[in-house]
């Protein structure tokens, strides 16, 4: 599975930004077993999971961005998508996709998202 992440981009506190993770040469139907989620990493920081969307339709959120940002899946496009609203400047990171199926777990690489006060 190659995942492809795409959508960072500085913006100031307050706004939005959209985060895509495309598969596209995955099939469909290995793609909607994914479970997928995404990662941040600030400088100085660890890693950290941001949202994760299950194969059955579940989702689960870090305290700090529930009520922000929304997770979502469109089958017809392989690709999931991070919705970011109200940004703050605790929100700059890198933010990495991630695919996992029967135990074997798949990064896209990392997009960059700023967020000025």
């Known amino acids: 599975v190659q995942l492809q992440a795409s959508g960072g981009g500085l913006v100031q506190a307050g706004g939005s930004l959209r985060l895509s993770c495309a598969a596209p040469?995955?099939?469909?139907?290995?793609?909607?077993?994914?479970?997928m989620a995404w990662y941040r990493q600030a400088p100085g920081k660890q890693r950290e999971l941001v949202a994760q969307l299950t194969s059955g339709g579940s989702t689960n959120y870090v305290d700090s961005v529930k009520g922000r940002f929304t997770i979502s899946r469109v089958s017809a496009r392989k690709t999931v998508y991070l919705q970011m609203n109200s940004l703050k400047p605790e929100d700059t990171a890198v933010y990495y996709c991630n695919a996992e199926r029967i135990g074997r777990s798949y990064w896209g690489q990392g997009t960059l998202v700023t967020v000025s006060s």
């Open positions: 040469g995955t099939i469909t139907s290995v793609f909607n077993g994914l479970n």
